[in-house]
């Protein structure tokens, strides 16, 4: 059996102690105010982040991904340690240019068995998808194994649902156009937005955050009635209040899977969705109509 490693990216949102207990190595993505530059998780932190956000002054945030140089040092510290198969799971390609870097590197190593993987997903989606393959190499399965359960089952399934607190961020990212931003926030709508092949689709609006909340509480057993693992992530930008609340709201239902997780959303996701931002994670099915009651 090969030994295998599993690397990711800081888009995963994976929380460090998680990615130490399944021996995750996580490569961080760029975030830069103007000229200063920062690896995401490394040399800055979420609150920083979400901070300079809320105060509103200096140059608006942007993000790149890694370069194929600092790829390679991850993998050849991997292979130097004794690591036969690396899978390297990351953001969809369609939101970062992560899977370039990776492809850039493993021209570099064509003698190593360096596996890509895009994830088709990003924040707490990629994050789910990344530690279930991690304690499935835990559990001894192998390379064919985890390669064929990522391919038909983690991939396809792999969901990302939330609502953002402004339009701003999403305006401000190109996501929607002026005048969406200033009749959205007019009428104090909120955004539902979901990740499907890759791509962030809003899939409607509401009136606020209640309306959003009683919505997710009415839509979250029929998810947990769908799951293909036993595990589903809330997460929150800066503040948790809403999404601590949601937790509550559905902790002791009868079907609540074994692991229900609040964690916080990474300052490269949350440059791009903003403050106050709450999703669900998940691996597992969906439907539209199970949240707007269609």
Do not use: C
């Amino acid at each position: 059996m090969s030994k295998i490693k599993i690397i990711t990216d800081s888009t995963s949102d994976i929380p460090p102690d998680v990615a130490k207990k399944h021996n995750i190595d996580v490569i961080p993505l760029n975030i830069f105010f103007g000229e200063e530059k920062y690896k995401d998780g490394k040399t800055i932190n979420a609150n920083e982040v979400y901070s300079r956000l809320e105060e509103g002054k200096g140059p608006w945030p942007t993000t790149s991904q890694p370069s194929a140089r600092e790829m390679l040092e991850y993998y050849n510290k991997a292979f130097d340690d004794g690591y036969e198969t690396i899978f390297s799971i990351h953001v969809t390609a369609n939101m970062s240019g992560t899977v370039n870097s990776v492809n850039l590197a493993k021209q570099m190593l064509k003698d190593k068995d360096l596996v890509l993987v895009d994830s088709n997903s990003v924040t707490h989606g990629l994050g789910i998808v990344v530690t279930e393959i991690a304690k499935m190499v835990e559990a001894g399965k192998t390379k064919e194994q985890i390669e064929n359960v990522l391919n038909d089952s983690f991939k396809p399934n792999a969901r990302v649902f939330g609502v953002v607190d402004t339009l701003e961020y999403l305006h401000r990212g190109g996501r929607i156009g002026r005048a969406a931003k200033v009749l959205g926030t007019l009428l104090k709508m909120k955004p539902i937005l979901n990740v499907k092949d890759g791509v962030i689709e809003s899939v409607g609006k509401v009136k606020g955050f209640d309306e959003a909340f009683t919505k997710f509480v009415d839509m979250i057993p029929k998810v947990f009635d769908n799951l293909l693992v036993e595990t589903v992530w809330i997460g929150y930008a800066a503040d948790d209040t809403n999404a601590a609340k949601l937790y509550d709201a559905i902790k002791d239902l009868p079907n609540t899977p074994k692991e229900l997780k609040l964690y916080e959303i990474g300052p490269t996701i949350g440059v791009h969705i903003g403050p106050k931002s709450m999703i669900l994670s998940w691996i597992g099915d969906w439907d539209t109509d199970w949240y707007f009651g269609k």
